[in-house]
């Protein structure tokens, strides 16, 4: 099945920087990639998400890239907030395999 | 629409016990899932369903088993549980079948405590 990899597992950053989280699968056959956001407590939801006939996709402050060839994508935020400290995942294949998560924690 | 619903939000039970962990969707999603939340293993799927009556395996499907009798409902079941599987479950649900993927919705979780 589709294997994910996924780094940093946690991340720092202070507020106004970037972040950027990245992540490889295996599947060559993938074709939709999509990012989640958990909070504390709480079910993960879709912050976005991108498919295989697209590089790039921006959504105010988030952004994905896909790159196909070495079969990787990774998840930017720009201007980072405290309220965007969480637990971000990955995802990719059939069914939904998720990297194993990424703490982000923004700092005033 | 209340999403996706999912009971009970806590359990403790003794190892050897069974229970049924409930999900319900209220937005005609045709696929449905359980995943097992872990710490630093990630969101693991343990069983899904691309409709009623139809179901199979994830990645972790031992000691769980499922069925899909209706749209709306998809119960997890702990035959016989096990300290093993002492963990947050989450049950999702998305529009169309996984095979043309769609954002996925995920339910609130249930923490599972197996002493």
């Known amino acids: 099945g589709e294997n994910v990899e996924q780094h940093p597992s946690t991340l720092s950053v202070q507020e106004g920087d970037s972040a950027v989280i990245k992540c490889t699968y295996s599947d060559s056959a993938s074709n939709y990639f999509p990012w989640y956001k958990q909070e504390l407590g709480k079910g993960p939801q879709l912050i976005i998400d991108i498919r295989s006939n697209v590089g790039e996709k921006k959504d105010q402050r988030i952004a994905v890239t896909l790159n196909k060839t070495a079969k990787h994508f990774s998840l930017h935020i720009t201007e980072t907030q405290p309220e965007d400290s969480a637990v971000y995942f990955c995802?990719?294949?059939?069914?939904?395999?998720f990297g194993k998560g990424t703490s982000l924690l923004v700092t005033p | 629409n209340a999403g996706v619903t999912q009971t009970p939000k806590f359990q403790v039970l003794k190892t050897g016990q069974s229970m049924t962990l409930q999900c319900a969707q209220d937005?005609?999603?045709?696929?449905m899932s359980w995943y097992r939340q872990d710490p630093g293993m990630g969101l693991r799927l343990i069983h899904y369903s691309v409709g009623a009556g139809i179901t199979d395996q994830g990645e972790v499907p031992n000691g769980y088993n499922v069925s899909r009798s209706t749209t709306e409902d998809f119960p997890l079941r702990l035959l016989s549980a096990a300290p093993s599987q002492t963990s947050v479950y989450f049950c999702?649900?998305?529009?169309?079948?996984?095979?043309?993927?769609?954002?996925?919705?995920f339910g609130p979780g249930t923490r599972l405590l197996v002493l």
């Open positions: 995802a990719s294949g059939g069914a939904l395999n």
């Open positions: 937005m005609n999603h045709e696929y």
């Open positions: 999702a649900s998305s529009y169309r079948s996984f095979a043309v993927q769609e954002t996925q919705y």
